[in-house]
Nanobody, 115 residues
């Protein structure tokens, strides 16, 4: 099993970034999501999507972030628009798979919003 996240970087407030996470070696994917963890904070859910297309967003990102799952490519995308300083964090992708909904985490990608 391998998850490869990419797309992080440095952006000014109001800018956009697109995070991607590709998974290999995982079958029966039930849900995909993105979490983030800022220094001194707990890891928190940013957005998630199920294989049936149900999506969930943290209140702080609603209207700015869009999550999309690509079932054929085993990928999850997070389009982040109108980024704010408080979006600065390490972002982790998560896949839930199998009958027992096992968690598979990506390695994390740094997003820094700074002027």
């Amino acid at each position: 099993v391998q998850l490869q996240a990419s797309g992080g970087g440095l952006v000014q407030p109001g800018g956009s970034l697109r995070l991607s996470c590709a998974a290999s070696g995982i079958t029966r994917i039930n849900a995909r999501g993105w979490y983030r963890q800022a220094p001194g904070n707990q890891r928190e859910l940013v957005a998630s999507t199920t294989s049936q297309g149900t999506t969930e967003y943290a209140d702080s990102v609603k209207g700015r972030f869009i999550i999309a799952g690509d079932n054929a490519k085993n990928m999850v995308i997070l389009q982040m628009n109108n980024l704010k300083l408080e979006d600065t964090a390490v972002y982790y992708c998560l896949f839930k798979a199998g009958l027992n909904l096992q968690d598979y985490w990506g390695q994390g990608t740094q997003v820094t919003v700074s002027s």
